[in-house]
């Protein structure tokens, strides 16, 4: 029964206990008032779509961040995160920040054991994607959605 | 090399569909460290053994281009390219090898009828009658030419149960409507088109009728003289064939009347500067080398399908079809997507608050593969007001236990969604 074990433990960390917590309530879904920036993400392979809205303050750091949207629970969960985490940021930190997080996700697992992907226990709950490479980019598209949103580009895809 | 039923029978028995499972060589591996069970046939069939020794038979010995040497290889290949078609010609009972045009699959096919057949004949009065049910490959050909033509395209509505308004779209039909163009099964919800009453009725008004029978082929017996279709279209890899073949059916007198499709070679008699005179049907249609060893493998695949019986095939698949339905009814969550009274081979389904593409990554860990997302037919997703379903389809190498696991596998989606 050890292919059991080993075949539920990557399953287990895809699916873990906070993304599917943040699938089922996510944060700050919904539309933002005040005219925000937005912009719409695409994964036409599975259909998802996702919509940020993002308000920005004149001292350049984001002040409201919020997404709509439909998606798998990696996708939704994902795309919660990422407005906790990206909120008070300045916008060329939040922008390095996403830039980052794209890039870690699609590199291969670190050999070591207790490194760490990137500095936040939570956002380090979606490196289960990495042991299934179609699922990558359901965690990246709200993130490249982001980027495309400071960068005023209305419409992104996760096909180039 | 005949499937591999026990020797004394001829044909099929159900109770020996078992057998035939080993002559699929994709289907015996473990996936994920698991035996794989395969429930994606809709998207594209496995080969039997006997469909990739042909094609490799072809390949190693007989080789060579079609129709143009006098050499023995050329005279090998050009006679397995023909037996081909004349083993299609039969499978579907057409009249004759010149209804019978290789294409590179059903798009193909359906692009060539709105090129050729359609285009020529519309201009803004004119109209295209397709159904909500469509492939995306039965819309967007369409869309095309009626944008280049200023032609509309008019869709018939389908009910809750995911079948065409049969009424509904013959009262469509009218003398500004060129072309009827309707799949006979649902890729995505498997419903079954009542082809007989809207043939009939397009009929009444001279309206010729494109089916989209990509999904049909490997799972009843077609005739399509008794269909009346006028263009039938179909993959020979959704029917235990290669990719990149597929059959254009077209009725004689039309395909006689229709303009080449695609210039080049082996679709003339004579090029001159100051003009070209076409080839006979079927070659009119085929520019180009075609795909030979596809056509082998398809020939092969028909071999096949008809020494295990289209309809030893209904009957099995039939079979587990409906158990698979009553499981997938005992499932707390579970919704069935298509409910025709009519379908065949394929369920569609949404588990409450849990997402397709989760579902089939669940799936696929356990070896079992399944489709999920839209299915190349938003409309009808967008009719069922979703983003997508997961959709379980069968084929002839599929059996109970392949429904066992496939309904365990679902009780861990759940699980882990608890
Ligand atoms: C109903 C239907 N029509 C058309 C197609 C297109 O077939 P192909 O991709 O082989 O051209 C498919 C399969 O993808 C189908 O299921």
Not at chain 2, 214 to 225: E, R, T
Not at chain 2, 254 to 278: N, W
Not at chain 2, 397 to 415: A, M, S, T, W
Request: net charge negative; proline share 4%; glycine share 6%.
């Amino acid at each position: 029964m050890k292919r059991d074990n080993s075949e539920n433990k990557s399953l287990k960390e895809l699916y873990r206990q906070l993304i599917i917590h943040h699938a089922k309530n996510p944060l700050n879904f919904g539309k933002l008032s005040n005219n925000p920036i937005r912009a719409e993400g695409i994964n036409p392979l599975c259909g998802d779509k996702i919509r940020i809205y993002l308000n920005i303050n004149e001292a350049d750091t984001i002040e409201g961040l919020t997404f709509e949207g439909t998606g798998c629970a990696i996708s939704i969960a994902s795309a919660s995160l990422m407005t906790t985490t990206l909120r008070n940021m300045k916008k060329y930190q939040a922008n390095q920040y996403a830039l980052n997080l794209i890039s870690n996700l699609n590199e291969p697992k670190s050999q070591e054991a207790g490194q760490l992907m990137m500095d936040s226990q939570e956002i380090n709950a979606l490196e289960g994607v990495k042991d299934f490479p179609s699922r990558i980019k359901c965690a990246t598209l709200s993130w490249q959605t982001f980027i495309s949103a400071l960068n005023n580009k209305k419409i992104t895809t996760t096909e180039k | 090399m005949n499937p591999s039923f026990s020797e004394k029978n001829e044909t099929a028995d159900i109770g020996e569909f078992g057998l035939l499972r080993k002559d699929f060589p994709t289907i015996n591996q473990e996936i994920n460290e698991h035996p794989l069970v395969y429930l994606d046939s809709a998207a594209s069939s496995q080969m039997p053994q006997q469909v990739i020794d042909e094609i490799s038979r072809y390949q190693s010995q007989d080789h060579s281009n079609v129709h143009r040497g006098i050499h023995t290889l050329s005279h090998r290949a050009t006679e397995v390219y023909e037996t081909s078609r004349q083993n299609i010609c039969e499978f579907i009972n057409a009249k004759n090898t010149n209804e019978i045009i290789f294409t590179s699959g059903t798009t193909d096919s359906i692009n060539l009828v709105a090129h050729s057949y359609c285009k020529p004949k519309l201009d803004p009065s004119k109209k295209i009658l397709i159904s909500h049910l469509e492939h995306h490959s039965n819309i967007v050909p369409w869309q095309l030419i009626c944008e280049q033509t200023g032609a509309s395209l008019i869709v018939a509505p389908i009910d809750n149960n995911g079948q065409i308004i049969t009424e509904q779209l013959i009262g469509m039909i009218d003398s500004n409507v060129v072309l009827v163009a309707i799949s006979h099964i649902s890729n995505a919800l498997g419903s079954v088109t009542s082809l007989n009453k809207i043939i009939d009725a397009a009929h009444q008004h001279e309206v010729p009728v494109l089916v989209d029978g990509a999904q049909a082929v490997s799972h009843m017996k077609i005739d399509i003289q008794a269909l009346n279709a006028d263009f039938y279209a179909f993959s020979g890899h959704k029917m235990l064939g290669p990719t990149g073949i597929g059959i254009l059916y077209g009725k004689e007198h039309l395909l006689e009347d229709m303009p080449p499709y695609q210039g080049g070679g082996d679709m003339i008699l004579e090029v001159k500067f100051t003009g070209t005179v076409y080839n006979d049907l079927p070659y009119k249609f085929e520019a180009g080398t075609p795909n030979i060893s596809g056509a082998a493998g398809l020939g092969a695949a028909i071999d096949y399908l008809n020494q295990a019986g289209m309809h030893n095939i209904e009957v099995h698949e039939n079979i587990l079809l409906n158990k698979m339905i009553t499981d997938l009814q005992t499932i707390d969550g579970v919704e069935l997507i298509g409910r025709a009274e009519n379908q065949v081979a394929v369920q569609s389904f949404t588990i409450k608050d849990i997402h397709s593409h989760d579902i089939g990554t669940i799936l696929d860990h356990q070896g079992i593969a399944i489709r999920t997302g839209h299915h190349c037919a938003m409309p009808v997703m967008e009719f069922f007001g979703l983003p997508g379903t997961a959709r379980a389809s069968l084929s002839i190498y599929n059996n109970e236990e392949d429904v066992d696991r496939f309904i365990k596998g679902l009780d861990k989606v759940i699980e882990i969604f608890a």
